[in-house]
């Protein structure tokens, strides 16, 4: 097996997402260990016996046995060999150069020191990975979000990317996806940023996470499951140190820590199989996906916000935004094609679809790319000029005409947009939004006489971003609150 095969037998077997750092500080040590003839290597070996059958790799930082010189690099020679082939072992290196000193780096850790994986820095590029994932049958994991407060000052600063939105530790998830020829390339992605972490598991979905921040940096444990998670359940390596060798019960810390782990995986897992929510509708995996999508291209933002009307929101959509992702915009539009053809179990009869300028434009252009419908729109000003239409497009009096939008909140731009398509002999029945704001547009429309059909509401917009970490509940009590009041 190669290594993330192994990775996966051993925290299947052992029921374990737990890494345990093995950071010997000799200053730290009881003192029957430090009158051993090996003190290093002899605090190890203590706790790979209490904690070995708990866990599903073990995590030894190099810095700290170059600390103690040649003894120190002995222990930990002796320390991968006595965990043995059972237990994967990465080793925290966070190695970063090029050529013939990256190969020298890949092969002391490979081969001389023996480790199954070992963490780089991603900071000079492809070139200085390719000496370590030349070995196939090890791992390689790289530096994307780590936990330390100052990983913003770089981290998090924006790139060239789709729409020019991009963070650059996004854009090193994507550009890490490409480097492993083996598909031996992991990320390192902090606990301490769990909307980090969710918007790295929508760029990569597949590949395993080694995350450190648990434990003495104060990470919080359900937010990182909840968020990283992939859809089987796997794809993390919980990284714990400090809270764990220095406890004054290791076995006991390391237990507590896997009851956690496996706790947060079931809430996590009934999330994902919960029932209806209270509109009605479905939380699917693809509805997940593309809630997630949302917030990664940060069409759901919160904070404060100046509305319109004058009033001060919590949360704020902006889904003008999905003219630039033309991926997610992708996913919008297939999401609107099958609620069309479903239409919440009838599906809804038209002949063509009327986009609202002027978010629902580029929305509109994609539905009828999906669905082979023709677009037409009713223009916000009426041209003084040419054809002077107040309808843009071909259709026919005595057509019915389907209204599509981004979001709905209280209904009365959607009436005020139907009334131009009637007036030219049109008939409506039904409006498509993207996010219903359940604001009391879709009883104001029902009022009418007319349908909403919603892909998304803004309470299972508010579940998935906190099931995944993205929010506090706190968050999503306020904009709870907002929307009541």
Known sequence: MDFFERLQETAIRRDSLLCVGLDPRPEQFPEEVQASEDPVFTFNRRIIDATRDLV??????????????????????????????????????????????????????????????????????????????????????????????????????????PGETELLYQHVARLAQTWGQEGNVGLVVGATYPGALSAVRALAQQIWFLVPGIGAQGGDLEATIAAGLRTDGLGLVVSVSRAVYQADDPRCAAASFCDQIRAARATWGQARTRGPDASGSQVDDSTERLILDLARIGAVRFGRFTLKSGKTSPIYLDLRLLASYPDVLDRVAAAYARLLEQGGGNPVAFDRLAAIPYAALPIGTAVALHTGHPLIYPRKEVKEYGTMQAIEGVFQPGERAVVLDDLITTGGSKVEAIAPLEAAGLEVEDVVVLIDRESGGREELARRGYRLHAVLTLRQILDVLAAHGQITEQQRAEVTHWMAS
Request: glycine share 10%; net charge neutral; proline share 5%.
């Open 56 to 161: 599903c790799a073990f995590k030894p930082n190099y810095a700290f046995y170059e600390a103690q010189g040649l003894a120190g690099l002995r222990a930990l020679r002796r320390t991968i060999d006595y965990i043995g082939s059972d237990t994967p072992v990465i080793l925290d290196a966070k190695r970063g150069d090029i050529g013939s000193t990256a190969a020298a780096y890949a092969r002391a850790a490979f081969e001389v020191w023996g480790a199954g994986a070992v963490t780089v820095a991603p900071y000079l590029g492809g070139d200085s990975i390719a000496p370590f994932t030349a070995y196939g049958d090890h791992a390689v994991f790289v530096l994307c979000h780590t936990s330390n407060p100052s990983s913003v000052e770089l981290q998090t600063l924006r790139c060239a990317g």
